[in-house]
C-alpha cells in the first residue's frame, strides 16, 4: 500500500482483510506508521522526496501483487508490471483503462495550473470505503485462486 495519503478508514480495511485472508500486507510511506500486530502486516518507512516511497514499492513488485495508490503515475507502473492496482475509492486500473485515467490527471492538474477550477474529488465516504472493500476482496479472491 502507498501508505502516506491513504485514507485512515480503507487501512483498517485493508488491516482486517490481511488477518482474515491470511495475506502478507506492506504499508510503504516516508513517515512512521502504527499498525496493528499481525504477522500479516508489516511497514516500511522510506526517507522524505519525490516518489521515494512510489519507487520503493515498485522495486518490491512482484507479479499479480496488489498495490493500494491514490497515485495514478505509481498505478501505471503497478499494471505494466503485471500487478493489480486499486485506488482507496474502489477503483481497479487496468490496461484497458489506465491510459484514460492518466490523460484525465493530466488534463485536471492543468486546469487547476491555469486556473480554470480548484479543488479536488469529493469527499471521502461511507460509499467509498464499501467499494473499496468489495474491489479489493475481489481482488484478493483471484490472487489467492491463482
Given at each position: 500500500?502507498?501508505?502516506?495519503?491513504?485514507p485512515r478508514p480503507?487501512k483498517?480495511?485493508?488491516?482486517?482483510?490481511?488477518d482474515?485472508?491470511?495475506?502478507?500486507?506492506?504499508?510503504?510511506?516516508?513517515q512512521?506508521?502504527r499498525?496493528?500486530?499481525?504477522?500479516y502486516?508489516?511497514?516500511?518507512?522510506?526517507?522524505?522526496?519525490?516518489?521515494?516511497?512510489?519507487?520503493?514499492?515498485?522495486?518490491r513488485?512482484?507479479?499479480?501483487?496488489?498495490?493500494i495508490?491514490q497515485d495514478?503515475?505509481?498505478a501505471?507502473?503497478?499494471?505494466r508490471?503485471a500487478?493489480?492496482?486499486?485506488?482507496?475509492?474502489?477503483t481497479l486500473?487496468?490496461?484497458?483503462?489506465?491510459?484514460d485515467?492518466?490523460?484525465?490527471?493530466d488534463?485536471m492538474?492543468q486546469?487547476?495550473?491555469n486556473g480554470a477550477i480548484?479543488?479536488g474529488?469529493?469527499?471521502?465516504?461511507?460509499?467509498?470505503?464499501q467499494?473499496?472493500?468489495?474491489?479489493l476482496?475481489?481482488e484478493?479472491?483471484?490472487?489467492?485462486?491463482g
Amino acid at each position: 500500500m502507498d501508505a502516506d495519503a491513504c485514507p485512515r478508514p480503507i487501512k483498517e480495511v485493508l488491516y482486517k482483510a490481511a488477518d482474515r485472508r491470511q495475506v502478507e500486507t506492506t504499508l510503504v510511506a516516508n513517515q512512521y506508521l502504527r499498525t496493528p500486530p499481525s504477522k500479516y502486516i508489516s511497514a516500511i518507512q522510506v526517507p522524505q522526496g519525490f516518489d521515494v516511497a512510489d519507487n520503493e514499492i515498485v522495486r518490491r513488485l512482484e507479479i499479480g501483487d496488489i498495490v493500494i495508490t491514490q497515485d495514478i503515475p505509481l498505478a501505471d507502473e503497478v499494471v505494466r508490471a503485471a500487478a493489480v492496482a486499486i485506488n482507496p475509492r474502489g477503483t481497479l486500473y487496468t490496461e484497458a483503462n489506465i491510459k484514460d485515467h492518466l490523460s484525465r490527471r493530466d488534463l485536471m492538474e492543468q486546469l487547476r495550473d491555469n486556473g480554470a477550477i480548484s479543488g479536488g474529488p469529493s469527499a471521502f465516504d461511507k460509499k467509498d470505503v464499501q467499494a473499496f472493500a468489495n474491489a479489493l476482496d475481489r481482488e484478493v479472491t483471484k490472487a489467492l485462486k491463482g
